[in-house]
Structures are given as C-alpha cells and as structure tokens.
C-alpha cells in the first residue's frame, strides 16, 4: 500500500454511493426521498455528539485552565466565522458548485450546488477525516478511513438519491482537503497534540450540528463561512495551553 491509499478508498466509495443514489432515486417518491434526507440529518446529529465528546474528556479540561474549554471553542468558531464571512467562504463553495454544474450540465433549477455543498462540507468536516489522513499518512493504518469511506458509502447514497451528481462532485474536495491532512502526516509525523486535536474536533462536531439543521430544514446556517474555525482552534488551543 501507498500513503493515501485511504482517501482513495474514500473517495471511491464516496463516487460509488452517488452513483446507486442516483440510479435508484427517480424510483423514490418525494415522500421517501425526504425521509432520506431526514434520516441522514438525525445520522449526523449522531456523528455530531460523538466529535463533541472530547469536550467534557479528562484530557482536554487537563490541558487547558478551568474555564477555558468552551471559551476555547466559542472564540475559534467567532472568529473563524469572521474570517470566513470576510472571504465570503460559503459563496465561493456555492461559485464552485455552479462551475462543476455546469461542467455536469445539470439544469439550473436541480439540486447540484446543494448536493455539492453539503456533501463536501460533511465529508470534509468529520473528525475521522483529519485522524484518519494523518494516520494514512504516518503509515500507521487506514482504519480509521475504511470506518469513514462505510460511513461515507451509505451517506453518499442517500444524499445522491435526492441532491444527484453535486454528490459525486463533492469527491474532489474531500480529496484536495484529506490528501492536504495525508501530506502533513507524511512529511511532519505527529504535528499536534492530543488536545489542540481534540479541539478541531469539538469545532468540527458544533458544524456537523449546523449541517443536520440545514438537511432537517430547521435553520439554514452559513457552514462554509465557519471552516477556518477548525485551523484557529488548535493554535488558540496552543497559546491558552502554554500561556495561561
């Protein structure tokens, strides 16, 4: 095997799972194709619970002073959210997922951009993404993504179902984006400590909630703008770490 193999699978199974959607949605009534994407926003709220575990484990509240956990997580995703809005982060995914409809030549009026969107922000954001790469890329195993590239096949499938090939476009991302986490892996080994991992986490976690609400049709929250939240975390976890 090759540093990467893992994101590879992923991305596989990422494609393969758009492509049975697609082919068995239009056998969906609206009905059901709903139900599917309701389903899939309730499996997230789960995927949601498990990335914010570490918030209240022993070895976070250890590593940084009473008090500071969640003011670690609620200064990373305001300023994220800051630097995001400011870079307009949210429209630029949108601009890209108009390019690659295009590129697609699917209608105007399909769900391509949404498809795209949030399949490429709930591939990318879950904590398995980040651990996994890193550990594909040490060569210490590719656990973690075959767990992910299942998670992801199934995810796939019934997001495709409803939101069609955005799905399968959502792939080059999540490439570009584990394959960045592979590279870092390979050539730096062990670049962050357990707990400024434990706070991408937590902030990944808090995006997976808002992506649920978006799939649910709850609250339609500006994720995209939020990603740079998860880069802020571990240096904000750093400087609290070793200056408070």
Do not use: C
């Amino acid at each position: 095997m090759f540093p990467g193999i893992g994101t590879v699978i992923n991305l596989a199974a990422i494609i393969l799972g758009s492509i049975l959607g697609i082919l068995v949605g239009h056998r969906l009534n609206h009905k059901v194709r709903t139900l599917l994407t309701d389903v899939l926003g309730l499996a997230t709220l789960l995927g949601a619970a498990s990335a914010l575990i570490p918030l209240w484990s022993d070895s976070f509240k250890a590593a940084l002073p009473k008090g500071w956990p969640l003011l670690l997580i609620l200064a990373s995703l305001l300023v994220g959210g800051l630097i995001g809005s400011a870079l307009k982060l949210e429209d630029r995914l949108e601009n890209i997922g108009e390019v690659l409809r295009r590129k697609f030549k699917a209608s105007d009026d399909s769900d391509f951009v949404a498809g795209f969107v949030s399949a490429s922000l709930l591939f990318a954001i879950g904590p398995l993404a980040i651990l996994g790469s890193i550990s594909d890329g040490m060569s210490t195993g590719i656990d973690q993504l075959v767990l992910k590239s299942t998670l992801d096949f199934f995810a796939s499938m019934a997001f495709a179902s409803t939101l069609g090939w955005g799905v399968a476009a959502s792939a080059i991302p999540v490439g570009i984006y584990q394959g960045f986490w592979t590279l870092i892996g390979l050539g730096l080994g062990q670049v962050l400590a357990l707990y400024q991992i434990d706070a991408m986490t937590i902030v990944g976690g808090v995006m997976l909630v808002a992506i649920a609400l978006r799939l649910l049709n709850i609250k339609n929250i500006a994720v995209g703008n939020l990603l740079p939240a998860l880069a802020i975390a571990p240096v904000f976890a750093l400087a609290i770490h070793s200056f408070f």
